[in-house]
């Protein structure tokens, strides 16, 4: 008897380059590949993920991963979890940190999915991990940057601007928008601001923006009274640089904006102080003179 096993031996190759090809993405991947089966308790993992976390052939088990994670984010990791089986979404997604082989906590991506029988019940889930450590830190050093800058402006009590010439919009700091009166989020338009600006002093804002971006000064800086949020007019320094294009066209200016009143009061009344002294002096009859330490 003859049997035509080409269908079948070429289904087994299919199947074994299948299998090839899938076994070589697991080995490529960067991260670490898991399968648990439900039922039975069982747990899979890559050569990748127990490499990622330091853990030995076979020692994983659902059991250890739970118990490593950070007592602070159990709940990050289980409560998903939790209303996944209970007919939640399949895919899943959370962050969370697992202690390693060496006793440091470390963040991870856990993406994963559920695998549902004819009932509807999940009895698998597949996942991959993601060492998340080395991103985390770096959030946490752009925050405490950023947290940085801001108290450092806000001791000078000035507020950044970021103003997108081409386009006419741009960002602000809330404390721009305390001082022209508008909510804080909202963005101050730099056409905004400007209507804030007294007419007087409107000419010395336009040159000196003129000769800014016309590029004979290496900085924009002006000091101009602004009608504040409560009608109150008050002093402002501003300050920037523009950026430009191959073309010398600025497309961009960033800088600060900060409240001069107090500075220009106290100089005004330092003003009056000397012509009041030098008035007194020169309206007496008497002469004066002054000696050093040296009887000079």
């Known amino acids: 008897i003859y049997v035509d096993v080409t269908e079948s031996r070429k289904a087994e190759r299919d199947l074994g380059e299948s299998e090839e090809r899938y076994a070589l993405i697991v080995k490529a991947a960067s991260e670490g590949i898991w399968d648990w089966n439900l039922d039975t308790n069982e747990l899979w993992v890559s050569d ?3 490499e990622l976390f330091g853990f030995g ?4 088990t659902p059991d250890l991963w739970r118990d490593s994670i950070h007592p602070d984010d159990v709940a990050s990791y289980l409560d998903p979890l939790v209303d996944c089986l209970r007919g939640g979404a399949d895919k899943l997604e959370r962050e969370y940190r697992i202690r390693d082989s060496s006793g440091s906590h470390r963040w991870i991506l856990d993406s994963s999915i559920g695998v549902r029988n004819e009932d ?12 998340m450590s080395g991103r985390k830190a770096a959030e946490a050093n752009l925050r405490e940057s950023e ?3 801001a108290m450092a402006m806000k001791s000078i009590n000035e507020g950044v601007y970021d103003w997108n010439i081409i386009e006419n919009r741009g960002y602000a700091s809330p404390i721009l928008n305390d001082m022209v009166g508008l909510p804080r989020g909202q963005v101050v338009p730099r056409d905004e601001w400007y209507e804030h600006i007294l007419d007087e002093d409107k000419p010395i804002f336009d ?4 000769r800014h971006l016309k590029r004979e000064t290496d900085a924009f800086d002006c000091e101009v009274r602004y009608r504040a ?19 010398g066209r600025a497309t961009r200016m960033v800088g600060a904006i900060g409240d001069i009143t107090d500075r220009k009061k106290m100089s005004e009344e330092l003003g009056r102080a000397q012509h009041r002294v030098r008035d007194s002096i020169e309206s007496i009859s008497e002469g004066f003179v002054l000696w050093d330490t040296d009887d000079r």
């Open 48 to 50: 990748r993920l127990n």
């Open 207 to 210: 040159e000196a923006m003129r």
């Open 57 to 60: 052939p076979g020692e994983l």
């Open 120 to 131: 509807g019940r999940i009895v698998r889930m597949v996942g991959a991990v993601s060492d």
């Open 229 to 247: 949020g409560d009608g109150e007019i008050r002093w402002a320094r501003q300050h920037g640089m523009a950026q430009f294009d191959e073309d």
């Open 147 to 149: 947290e940085r800058y």
